[in-house]
């Protein structure tokens, strides 16, 4: 199930009212990233989440970072300014999931047993589910790389040498170390990260949508690597589902092209001292004209998977617009009025197209080396809509993927590094 299959009156999902999902730990241990991660799925699934970063409402308090001085619990100068961020955050999630909403997610520190317990019993009395997410991190390596590659580059930083960012991060943890309570109390509903994907641990967890969330996070990590999309090469039978055509002569000269220019790609990013995983993977649909374009990365672990098929467009297989609503006028209204969710007979929707995706999508997030998938726009649509956060209902069908374009991700804690390159017709 990666969609939205029901509508309730209230608009939420599974009956499970609405859930409130708190991080706790140290800085620099990956709170943000699983935060942004686990609202692109939740949205993904069609649940009303909003995330509320305790950072964005500090800083619009104190717009210039001086030092960790601020971050200090003993600084008694800056704790109102902290407490306030703090409070706002708190204040629009509880207002969001009164308003409607199902999921918030508070991304903070969260470090004591103290504000935990405060943020906990106004939860409740509002009768919000709450769940907290610790990411607990004893790894020094991947606490360093965390700080280097996403923290110094953070908004607090702009304008600051990369080393004295790093400098004054590390003096912000050791600032809060002191402070810092691990969640120890089992009367609560938790699930503890161990140094990112090494381990976790479930307490107290019920219910069928928080079941989902741990199920999502047993696949997540913070290394850092790049998803490339790219359309099929041209076929023979290029319009026809059925046909299932082999390349054609203007479909193989692609595929070398698209090989060429994933190569350059990969050599810059290697000189660029930007490429940590040099194991490329393909993955390809089972459709001829698929893994015919993956047959010139012979020298690239290919995987052939069903379910990275195009949609089925069923009775309308090969038809034009035109022809569609000249031959099956009110399935072609039915189609105009909800293009996401309708199906033509014997066909797909896009909504079921994104149900079979989502395997492919708990594989992509837990997949730690570069991944190339080569298949058809509606598949590219479902995934890349997933990765920027689209809700599935909203425009997946026209999102744009022209075939002359190798699309690279770059997921991260604040968001996707989206890059397009340009493939040459001849």
Known sequence: MAAQLYKTESGRLFHAGAIAIITVGLPARGKTHISRALGRYLCWLGVPTQTFHVGQYRRKLVQK?????????????????????????????????????????????????????????????????????????????????NIRNVKANSED?????????????????????????????????????????????????????????????????????????????????????????????????????????????????????????????????????????AEYFNDHPVRHRKSLAEINPGICDGLTNAEIQAKYPDEYEAHLRDNYRHRYPRGESYHDLAVRLESVILELEHEKQDVLIIAHESVLRCLYAYFRGIRPERAIPDIAMPRNVLLEIRPSAYGIREMKIGIPRE
């Open 65 to 145: 970072y001086s030092s960790h001085d601020f971050f200090d619990p003993a600084n008694e100068m800056t704790t109102p300014q902290r407490q306030q961020a703090a409070n706002e955050a708190l204040d629009d999630m509880i207002a969001f999931l009164l308003g409607g909403g199902q999921v918030g997610i508070y991304d903070g520190s969260n470090a004591t047993v103290e504000w935990r317990s405060h943020m906990l019993d106004r939860l409740q009395k509002n009768n919000i589910q709450t769940v907290f997410i610790e990411s607990v991190c004893n790894d020094e390596t991947i606490v360093d790389e």
């Open 157 to 293: 930083y702009r304008g600051w040498k990369l080393e004295d960012a790093i400098a004054d991060f590390k003096e912000r943890i050791k600032v809060t170390i002191p402070f810092y309570q691990t969640i120890e109390d089992e009367s609560l509903s938790y699930i503890k990260l161990i140094n990112v994907d090494q381990q976790i641990i479930v307490n107290n967890v019920q219910g069928f949508l928080p079941s989902r969330i741990v199920f999502y996070l047993m696949n997540l990590h913070t290394a850092p690597r790049a998803i490339y999309f790219a359309r099929n090469g041209y076929s023979s039978g290029e319009n026809s589902y059925k046909a299932d055509s082999p390349l054609s002569e203007e479909g193989h000269r692609y595929a070398k092209n698209l090989k060429q220019v994933i190569t350059k790609r990969l050599q810059e990013r290697e000189a660029q001292g930007d490429s940590p995983n040099n194991q490329l993977k393909i993955w390809t649909s089972t459709r001829c004209y698929s893994y015919s374009t």
